[in-house]
């Protein structure tokens, strides 16, 4: 099974909630707290940075679509509820 590892930003305790593009995740069977990170129990994608030929397409309005999951944390902190938003995370390794 395919997971990802987040760095919890500074702050974020649980409990939490974690939204994957705009999605909320169930506590019991989609993620977990591992001591200082998040761990989703499939595989997200973060878009690399644009190519030439990607930008100069863009230029014109032609767009290009990749996959780019946003991850948003939903906590709270001195008796407030907050929010993280598009959480910073890399890629796991392809395995084949």
């Given at each position: ?25 169930d ?11 998040l761990?989703?129990?499939?595989a ?35 008796g ?17």
């Open positions: 099974m395919s997971e990802t590892r987040i760095p919890l930003p500074n702050g974020v305790r649980p409990p939490i909630g974690v939204y994957v593009n705009g999605v909320e995740l506590p019991e069977k989609d993620f977990r707290v591992d001591l200082d990170e761990v989703v129990n499939k997200l994608v973060k878009e690399g940075n644009l190519g030439f030929w990607r930008w100069f397409w863009g230029a014109f309005g032609i767009g290009t679509y990749r996959k780019n999951d946003l991850v948003d944390i939903r906590y709270e902190a001195d407030r509820a907050k929010v993280a938003h598009d959480v910073p995370f890399s890629t796991p390794p392809q395995t084949d």
